[in-house]
C-alpha cells in the first residue's frame, strides 16, 4: 500500500502545545477512506487528543489488526512507532509491547469485525490482564471491506441496502467489557467531537485497559434509512450518561457546558482529572452493575449511551499485578537481561 504524506504548510500564528509542536506534527498519511467515513472524524480527534496532551509523537506507538478501522493508524501520529498486525491480533501485539516497554503510549485500533469476531478471544484477555493501553473499536456494524457483510455488532432485524435482514444477536463490546472487568469504558459518536477529543485523553491517561467503543458510520454500506448505525439513526437516538471534561494537572481548569445533573471529579494515576456530569442523579460511573443496567436499560428503548460509562482507578494494572521491573526492557543493561544459565535454573526449580 502507498501512502501519501499531508503537505505541510507552515504559517504565522499557528497554535502550538507545551513541547512547542504544531498540530500538523502529529498528522500521518492521507486517508483512503470513503469521503464522509465516521473513522476520518476518530482520525481528527486522535490527532487533536495527542497534540493536546503534548505527548512526543515518538513516544506513542499504534496497533491495528486489519479492516477499515485498521487502516486508521496510518493517518495520524506519522512520526511514532506503528505495527499493522494479523487479523484478530492486534491485542497480543499491543501486550507484548507493553510488555517491553511501558513508557509508550499503547493505542490500538481496531474494528466491530476485528474485535468482536476473530479476535474476541485477544480481546477477552486483554481485558482481564488490565494492559494498559487506549482500545478503541471504531464500530460501524459492516465488514466494509468485503463489500458490507454484517459484522457481530449488527443489530437484531438491521437491514442492509441489498441482501438478507439481520438475525443474529449482536454482541455489545461495551456489555461484554463491563463483563470482563475493564477499568475504562466509554462510549462516543464519531461525529461528536466536543465529546470524543476529552474520552481519548482521558482513556490515554488511564492505567490500565480503557475502552472506547466508536459508533462510527459507514457511508458506503450502512448510513441508509433503515440502518441503526447511520447518521441520522445516531444524532437522534444519542443518549449522555456521563460527559467527560479532560483536565491536565499542568494547566488551568476548563469548564466545559454540560447539562443538569451532578458532577464527579475523578483523579488519574499520573494527577490529570476526568471532571464528570451525570445526566440523572442516579447515575454512578463508578458503580459496575448500575452501569450495566442503565446501558440495557436504554439499549431496550432504541437509545445509544455515550460517555464515560465506567471507570474505576484502583485496579493494578498488568505490570502491577505481576510486579514486573519497571524500567523499560530496552533500557536494561545486557547483563540484567540475561543473567546466564544459572539464574534459568533458578527460575526453573520454583516449578518443579
Same mark, same amino acid.
Given at each position: ?10 504559517? !504565522? ?239 488551568? !481548569? ?91 535454573? !533458578? ?6
Amino acid at each position: 500500500m502507498s501512502f501519501i504524506r499531508k503537505p505541510k504548510v507552515p504559517h !504565522e500564528g499557528r497554535e502550538l502545545n507545551a513541547l512547542g509542536r504544531p498540530r500538523s506534527d502529529y498528522d500521518g498519511a492521507m486517508s483512503t477512506l470513503c469521503a464522509g467515513c465516521g473513522h476520518d472524524s476518530v482520525t481528527a480527534a486522535m490527532t487533536r487528543a495527542f497534540f493536546e496532551l503534548s505527548i512526543p509523537p515518538h513516544r506513542a506507538v499504534k496497533i491495528s489488526g486489519i479492516g477499515c478501522s485498521s487502516k486508521t493508524t496510518a493517518y495520524f501520529l506519522g512520526q511514532s512507532h506503528g505495527n499493522n498486525t494479523a487479523h484478530g491480533r492486534m491485542p497480543s501485539i499491543a501486550t507484548g509491547t507493553q510488555a517491553a516497554n511501558s513508557a509508550l503510549h499503547c493505542i490500538g485500533v481496531s474494528g466491530d469485525g476485528d474485535t468482536l469476531s476473530i479476535g474476541m478471544g485477544q480481546f477477552a484477555h486483554a481485558i482481564r490482564r488490565n494492559l494498559d493501553m487506549l482500545y478503541v473499536i471504531e464500530n460501524n456494524g459492516v465488514y466494509g471491506l468485503t463489500k458490507g457483510q454484517f459484522s457481530a455488532s449488527a443489530a437484531l432485524g438491521a437491514v442492509p441496502k441489498k441482501g438478507e435482514t439481520n438475525v443474529q444477536v449482536p454482541i455489545d463490546p461495551v456489555k461484554l467489557a463491563l463483563s470482563l472487568g475493564a477499568t475504562f469504558i466509554a462510549r462516543s459518536f464519531s461525529g461528536d467531537k466536543k465529546q470524543l477529543v476529552p474520552l481519548i485523553k482521558a482513556g490515554l491517561s488511564h492505567r490500565g485497559f480503557a475502552l472506547i467503543d466508536v459508533l462510527s458510520p459507514c457511508v458506503t454500506f450502512n448510513d441508509h434509512e433503515d440502518s441503526t448505525m447511520s447518521y441520522a439513526y445516531a444524532y437522534q437516538n444519542l443518549q449522555p450518561a456521563a460527559d467527560a471534561d479532560f483536565i491536565d494537572p499542568d494547566r488551568e !481548569e476548563i469548564t466545559a457546558e454540560y447539562d443538569e445533573g451532578q458532577s464527579v471529579d475523578v483523579t488519574l494515576h499520573d494527577g490529570s482529572r476526568i471532571v464528570l456530569k451525570k445526566a440523572g442523579d442516579d447515575y454512578d460511573p463508578r458503580d459496575r452493575a448500575r452501569a450495566f443496567d442503565y446501558v440495557m436499560s436504554n439499549q431496550e428503548d432504541g437509545r445509544i449511551v455515550t460517555g464515560l460509562l465506567y471507570i474505576d482507578e484502583t485496579r493494578p494494572d498488568m505490570h502491577e499485578a505481576n510486579k514486573t521491573v519497571g524500567t523499560p526492557l530496552v533500557d536494561l543493561p545486557f547483563d540484567d537481561l540475561c543473567p546466564g544459565s544459572g539464574a534459568l535454573a !533458578e527460575l526453573q526449580d520454583r516449578y518443579r
